[in-house]
Antibody, heavy 121, light 111 residues
Framework: QVQLVESGGGVVQPGGSLRLSCAAS????????MHWVRQAPGKGLEWVAF????????YYADSVKGRFTISRDNSKNTLYLQMNSLRAEDTAVYYC??????????????WGQGTLVTVSS | QSALTQPPSASGSPGQSVTISCTGT?????????VSWYQQHPGKAPKLMIY???KRPSGVPDRFSGSKSGNTASLTVSGLQAEDEADYYC???????????FGTGTKVTVL
């Protein structure tokens, strides 16, 4: 069965950096696009970034463009999110999510359980 | 990349139907047939309920249906059950510049 396990969350000071990882199993990781989606406490879902199956193209929300970088290592079945210049408004549960397609950011058919990132001094 | 607009809340009695709207623009909902709907119970990860406007993943009851007209998509839940009480989010592909966008979310209450 599909499993997505996030790690790397925690407490970080404003302006700091953090790298999230997502270990994928139960499907051919290298064949699918992957998303990061976040949800601030008590708020709605916000799409963060998407990467194509082969890493050749990446898409970002305006709110994180230039600060966050999505990447993947298909040899390790792992997705990453490098987060720099963190702000209080980046505080959220970050979900790793599998797209049903390979090329474009379309529907998510599997979600991880999320990892909490708290940006606070 | 503005969030798609959904009503904050909707409700119905068991057995009734409820319809949730999701309004975007011609750059997202109106421009592509890649509208999806997700259900989220408190403290849980979202679950895909509808994709490509009106398709249901395996295991999703046929009480859930989706449609689209112009820049507005809709999710209808027929024969409401207690377990349908949850938050619902629409989403859409928004092109190579827009990426992907979620709706503002609707809390469905079963009275």
């Amino acid at each position: 069965q599909v499993q997505l396990v996030e790690s790397g969350g925690g407490v970080v000071q404003p302006g700091g950096s953090l790298r999230l990882s997502c270990a994928a199993s139960g499907f051919t990781f290298s064949s699918y696009g992957m998303h990061w989606v976040r949800q601030a406490p008590g708020k709605g879902l916000e799409w963060v970034a998407f990467i194509r199956y082969d890493g050749s193209n990446k898409y970002y929300a305006d709110s994180v463009k230039g600060r966050f970088t999505i990447s993947r290592d298909n040899s390790k079945n792992t997705l990453y999110l490098q987060m720099n210049s963190l702000r209080a408004e980046d505080t959220a549960v970050y979900y790793c999510a599998k797209s049903s397609g390979a090329l474009y950011p379309t529907e998510v058919n599997y979600w991880g359980q999320g990892t909490l990132v708290t940006v606070s001094s | 990349q503005s969030a798609l607009t959904q009503p904050p809340s909707a409700s119905g009695s068991p057995g009734q139907s409820v319809t949730i709207s999701c309004t975007g623009t011609s750059s997202d909902v109106g421009g592509y047939n890649y509208v999806s709907w997700y259900q989220q119970h408190p403290g849980k990860a979202p679950k895909l309920m509808i994709y490509e406007v009106s398709k249901r993943p395996s295991g999703v009851p046929d009480r859930f249906s989706g449609s689209k007209s112009g820049n507005t998509a809709s999710l209808t839940v027929s024969g409401l059950q207690a377990e349908d009480e949850a938050d619902y989010y629409c989403s859409s592909y928004a092109g190579s510049n827009g990426g992907y966008v979620f709706g503002t979310g609707t809390k469905v209450t079963v009275l």
